[in-house]
Every structure is written in C-alpha cells, then in structure tokens.
C-alpha cells in the first residue's frame, strides 16, 4: 500500500518542540515583509541542498532574541503581517491562514504570535525525512510537512494500519512532532484520508471501502480539483466526488488531465512513489513595504538576483525561461517570461532581472511592494543554443567567473562579494 504522511499544523508544532510552554494555547505563526535580504549588512544566509521538487533552498538564519513586535509593529504601532500557520486552539476564534495579524490579535486578544524561522522549519523536515527513509523503503517528500511511501513488497496489506499506527507514535515520541498517516492503494486517495482525519490520526482505506469514503468527499477537497474545475462543476449541480464519478464524460472533456483525475479519484491512478522528484523550477520573492524609489527598486532587483544566481550555480542548473513579476501598492501587478537559450551567469541573471522588472513597471507613480523571480526549462551540459560562436564565448567567460565566485561565497558566505549598489540605500 501506499501512505501519505502529512504533519499537523507543522509551523506551530515545530516552535513548540524548542518551547514547550505554547503546548495547549492559542498559537500562531506570522510572516510580513522580509526586511533583511534587503539590508546592506551582511546577512547570514543557509543553502539546504535537496529539499525537494517543491520546497526552497535558501533560507536565512535569524536572531535567537527576535519578538513578533519588532518583526510586524512599525514606528507609527501599526501591526502589519498575516498569519502562515495556526494551532487547533485557534479554530474557536475563527483564525485562518491568510488572515491579517491585526485582525487576528482582535478576534483573540490572548493570541501568542511567533515570527516564521523557515530555516527551522526546513532542517527539522530534513531531519524527520532522513529518520523516515530508514523506516520506509520508497519516499518521496512532497513539501516541508508532507511525505509520500511505498510499503508494497515491505510490509503485508493486513498489517499495515498497525505500521502506520506504530510510526506516528515513534516519530512523536522522537521528535514530538504530532503527525497523520493515511493508507491506500493509491497515494492520491492516502493523501486525501489524512486531510479526513486529521489531527495526529491513523487510517487504511481498503479498495472494498474506496466508495463509501470517497463518494460523500466533496469534490473541492480532493487535490487537483482547482478553484474554477469546482465551479464549472458545481454550476453542472455536481457537489460531490460520488456525483462526478457518475458523469466521468465531464472529465474526460478535460484532455489528459481530465483523465488523469478521474483514475485518481476512481483509486485506479497507480501513480509511484518518485524518491528524487526532479526540480521543474526556481524562485525568489518577496513582499516589502511599499517603495516609490526606482534607484531602491532596481537595487532589490539586483539583490534578489544575486541569491537566485548563487543557488542556480550552486544546484549546477542551467535555465533557459526566466520569470518575472512585479505588484504595485493598489494591487495591480505585472508579469512577462522570457526564453534565452545561453549559458547562465550571475551577470546574466542580475541585467536581465534589471531589464525586465524596468520593461514591467509601466505605472511609475505607483510605489511597488513585491518583486518575483523565477527561472525555469532546466538545460544539461550538453544541450547549450546559442545565437553565435561570439555570443558563446561571452557567455563562457562570465560563466566562469560566476564559478569563481561561488568558490568564495560557498567558502566565506553569500554575501561575501556584492555589488556597489547594494550598500548604496
């Protein structure tokens, strides 16, 4: 069978496993404008290596003193900030991932507010993912707080409930991390049972009971049914995935995603476990407070650039679509890809990030409060295109200084070798 491991309510569990005092109260994690990539002074930055297909791969180390007021309240009082992750004991106050901290603190004065430490989060997901490939023959991290296996030809079907019941209480008692485990045939449906029975649960969905737990499911709570898929459906008066399983043509309408979903939610997907998910693409952003600046919005740009650069270089990528996007203060946002078949380079990287986010600010009125990059269609060693043999050349000049500096940076920092305009706030 295959099972899906999903941690529960992991931010919050995770600060409670280095402070157990916030066991048992209302507890949220909060996240606002990053404000020390920014920083002209040195910053203390993590590269994390496989972290999987879908979880970053820097994070930065922060300040063990740190306080949820000098993170989200500025010099006026106002709180800015969302909340990223909350403990069941928020559910009474109707808290919800997303919701602004301020409205947060009104809706449960007795809130305890912990500012987001990813690099945390991330090695003790890493650490918890080395413990279960012991435990586990077949895995495959699926994000920070979730894990897929295989136990087929390592553990019989019947005693599998057994397994998953003796796991979940090894990886508390080791890690105290309250964990649910779902089990099926199929890993979509597994995944599925632990969304159904969470917190800290066990269950084994057998073939014989697919039905009679999957028809009831309405159809926006199983994964790959997206926001405008649920509408279309609902608007065809089909609420239910035992509803849409009896109109499968809807699906199959769909081309080949339609199809995919309806093997998944039929259990007949037979997708496997893939321990090494090989990375589609990789990003940077962040939000800040509003800038009206273009010197500082092309000297962030630069910033953002120089880290995605290094960790390109670093994971030995070499992309050739590249992302861009920006969002102004009154909510409207613009974004444009471009594809160029080169050799990649941090100088690469930073003048085509400047250029772009330039061509993409066509409100310069407007002050600008996010900045993304992204960098995608991974090339190898030997599938370079280039436009000219001089083109080339240019390229494997800056490619090797690139390399150059990431000796140095691997050595004594990322932020050890910056650009002028970087200090220059």
Known sequence: MKIHLDLDCYFVSAERTRDETLKNRPVVVAKGSDKRIFDPNKKDAVMLGNTGAFNGVMEFRHSKNRTWHDEFMGENGKISGIVIAKSYETKPYGIQTGTPLSQALQMCPDLIILPSDHLF?????????????????????????????????????????????????????????????????????????????????????????????????????????????????????????????????????????????????????????????????????????????????????????????????????????????????????????????RLFSESFMIDTAIEMVQKLDINKRQKIHYIGLSATNFTNNHQYKTFSLLEYQDDMQKSKLSTALLKIRKRYGIDMVRYGIESEK
């Open 121 to 341: 989060y991330q090695e003790l997901s890493q650490k918890l993912k080395s413990f279960l490939e012991i435990k586990i023959p077949l895995l495959e991290q699926f994000s920070i707080d979730e894990f897929f296996g295989d136990l087929n030809g390592w553990i019989d079907e019947c005693d599998t409930l057994e397994f998953i019941t003796n796991l979940r209480n090894e990886i508390m008692q080791k890690f105290d991390l309250p964990i649910t485990i779902g089990a099926s045939s199929s890993k979509w449906i597994a995944k599925l049972i632990t969304d159904k029975t969470k917190p800290f649960g066990v269950k084994v969905i057998h073939d014989n009971e697919l039905d009679d737990f999957i028809n009831p499911v309405n159809i926006g709570e199983f994964c790959g049914v997206g926001r405008s898929l649920k509408e279309r459906l609902n608007a065809r008066k089909i609420f239910t995935i035992g509803e849409l399983k009896q109109r499968p043509r809807l699906l199959m309408e769909q081309g080949k995603v339609g199809r995919d979903l309806l093997a998944r939610i039929n259990g007949r997907d037979n997708e496997p476990i893939v321990a090494n998910n090989i990375r589609k693409g990789i990003g940077i952003s962040r939000n800040f407070a509003a800038v009206s600046a273009r010197v500082e919005i092309k000297r962030r740009v630069t910033i953002l650039a120089r880290y995605l650069a290094y960790t390109i270089l670093d994971m030995s990528l070499n992309p050739t679509t590249f992302h861009f996007k920006i969002r102004y203060e009154n909510g409207a946002k613009n974004s444009q890809s471009i594809t160029h078949d």
